[in-house]
């Protein structure tokens, strides 16, 4: 059993990987995107390929955020993720990432939509009330989990005691 684990954590390595890679890529892709809008002149094409770049940006951040979370949670803390107390802490992180993404891929979104196509608006409308939505749902995740929280104090501490080993990696 103890073979088939470590597979599992140098696969989750490898996934953890390619999500870094695809991070670095996307960085690259945005900054010759921010590179070709500057080099074009200053007016709104410009502008449009610069927001172009900041949605292109704020996917490089979620893939390495992704990649991070994967690294600590399946690979330095070898953790079973099945506990409750992991699965909440690993949701929660998982959840900002997620909200941060879409909401600044929603912003992306109206100005694109508002200078090129004013008929996608309902459509980038729709993805903000969305992160409304989840950010509303992630809030009662959390008011609930207090509670759970309070129930099982020794597995908090257990997860507490694991920041710190990931502290020292």
């Known amino acids: ?55 292109l940006l704020s996917s490089a951040v979620v893939a ?10 399946e690979v330095i803390r070898d953790a079973d993720i099945s506990a409750p107390t992991r699965v909440r802490r690993f949701l929660s992180r998982f959840f900002v990432v997620i909200i941060v993404a879409l909401a600044i891929e929603g912003l992306v979104a ?29 809030g009662v995740f959390i008011r609930l989990n207090r509670y759970a929280e309070e129930l099982e104090p020794e597995a908090m501490a257990e997860v507490k005691s694991e920041d710190q080993k990931v502290r020292r990696s």
């Open 1 to 55: 059993m103890k073979t088939v684990s470590r597979i599992f954590q140098l696969l989750h390595a490898l996934i953890a990987l390619f999500f870094a890679c695809a991070a670095i890529m996307l960085v690259f892709i945005a900054a010759r995107t921010g590179l070709l809008a500057l080099s074009s002149g200053v007016d709104t094409a410009a502008a449009q390929q610069i927001i172009e770049a900041i949605g």
């Open 64 to 73: 390495l955020q992704i990649a991070e979370t994967i690294t600590e949670e």
């Open 110 to 138: 109206s100005f694109k939509a508002i200078h090129e196509a004013p008929d996608q608006l309902p459509y980038a409308a729709a993805l903000i009330a969305g992160v409304g939505v989840l950010l509303a749902a992630w």
